[in-house]
């Protein structure tokens, strides 16, 4: 897969689930602190997912 994609992926998941458990402790979602979250795991993962060709 593409490694924008990937990335891209993987914060609409860490999104879902970050609201999914903040939703289920809490009985609401504050959507910032989601977002930051997707965001940062999709820089983190940018950042630290192997290239090929290196």
């Known amino acids: 897969m593409h ?3 990937k990335t891209l992926l993987y914060g ?3 999104l879902a689930v ?3 458990v903040s939703f289920a402790v809490s009985g609401r979602v ?3 602190l989601a ?3 997707a965001a940062g795991m ?3 993962y ?3 997912a192997p290239r090929r060709g290196r």
Do not use: D, Q
């Open 3 to 5: 490694r924008y994609a």
């Open 12 to 14: 609409i998941l860490a």
């Open 18 to 20: 970050y609201s999914g």
């Open 30 to 32: 504050n959507w910032a």
């Open 35 to 37: 977002a930051a979250t």
């Open 42 to 44: 999709m820089i983190a």
């Open 46 to 48: 940018f950042f630290i």
